[in-house]
């Protein structure tokens, strides 16, 4: 098959030919249909976690069909559409017993603890555990969007910060992750602050129902602005990006009592915080790590009601040549020198076809 391989961390990728996969007896071999490129992709290739063991295939965003499975997998069969967690549990954990699959103590995760979905096949242990179907009026193309970004917004935005319907809820970085957290929070009734330096990138998150726009390259300090938007702070506040000055400041835009929750990667050096306002404002500081397979069945509904729209937030699509480069762009902006909070990624999501996006298998039936 042809795959994304890098042979050291921070060196371009290059596509070449490596053998097939075959699946585990508890797994599967799924022929990506498509694949999302996401900046924990980017910060997988810079060696920023240390699971990764060289060479290298990246992508964990992915869906398709499923072309091989292993002799003890009960639930699944060839030609199934299927989607995963970026988190594939082991199902037998005491967190997987709780249904906490999302911090399975056993996980793994494709691109990260294995080769992952930046190539024409990927193979996924624990089948039974974590393979999510998807419904044949759905594209490959909007399976693959909810990856790690969306999931991880949904929980993030429903469970971990549970906003209702009113509460303002403030979005640091609009990236795939931000702009999906304001896509889910509007549709709950929520009233949304974007922040981002982009102008593209507060566009679409005004489309998609950020009621306020703070543009962080103008404002000398976002999180005053927040408050001064909000009437004193925001009820819940989400550090989309992943940057010690968007963590901050997503803290500092919270009222008494509001809830902060850390979605974007941070440096593993160590991220500062404002604890003195976290005690002063009794306010809660939240983690949010993907979502289980379990919990899929709700989001997938309210993709097909239309309530959510996924596939508004693929901004760019590219075959598997272009991967490599893109995959290197996604640092450019992220580290360029900057007194302002750093930016978020390029706005929307790039999703990867690694096989023609024009193959009917790519698309919705017709009908």
């Not at 989607?83 to 199902?91: I, L, M, N, R």
Request: proline share 9%.
């Amino acid at each position: 098959m042809r795959a994304v391989v890098f042979e050291e961390f921070g060196a371009v990728p290059e596509v070449r030919e490596v053998p097939d996969p075959a699946p585990s007896p508890d797994g599967v071999v799924v022929r990506v249909g498509a694949t999302g490129l996401c900046r924990s992709d980017w910060h997988g290739w810079m060696g920023h976690d240390d699971g990764i063991a060289l060479p290298h295939v990246p992508g964990h965003e992915l869906a398709g069909h499923v072309v091989a499975v292993g002799s003890g997998v009960a639930n699944w069969r060839v030609g199934q559409r299927v989607t995963v967690p970026f988190v594939c549990a082991c199902g037998r954990c005491p967190a997987c017993a709780t249904g906490d699959q999302q911090v399975c103590e056993a996980q793994e995760q494709p691109g990260f603890t294995h080769w992952g979905s930046f190539a024409e096949y990927v193979p996924l242990r624990h089948a039974d555990a974590n393979l999510v179907a998807v419904p044949g009026s759905m594209s490959f193309l909007t399976a693959a969007s909810l990856g790690c970004r969306f999931a991880t917004a949904y929980r993030a935005v429903v469970e971990r910060a549970r906003v209702l319907p009113g509460e303002w809820l403030a979005v640091h970085g609009c990236g795939g992750a931000g702009l999906s957290a304001v896509m889910i929070a509007a549709a709950s009734g929520a009233r949304v602050v974007a922040i981002d330096v982009a102008p593209r990138a507060l566009e679409l998150a005004r489309e998609f129902g950020a009621a306020v726009c703070v543009d962080a390259a103008s404002v000398p300090d976002t999180a005053a602005a927040v408050r001064d938007a909000t009437g004193g702070g925001a009820h819940a506040s989400l550090d989309a990006l992943g940057s010690p000055a968007t963590c901050a400041a997503s803290v500092m835009s919270l009222r008494r009592r509001g809830r902060h929750v850390q979605v974007g990667l941070l440096p593993g050096d160590g991220t500062p915080l404002p604890m003195d306002r976290v005690v002063a404002y009794e306010i809660d500081v939240l983690g949010s790590h993907g979502m289980a397979a379990h919990a899929y069945p709700r989001l997938m509904r309210q993709v097909a009601a239309g309530a959510l729209r996924p596939d508004l937030l693929v901004t760019s699509v590219i075959g598997l040549d272009a991967a490599p480069a893109a995959l290197a762009a996604m640092g450019e902006r992220v580290t360029a020198p900057s007194p302002s909070p750093s930016p978020s990624p390029s706005p929307g999501m790039t999703v990867i076809t690694p096989r023609s996006a024009l193959r009917p298998d790519l698309a919705p039936p017709a009908g």
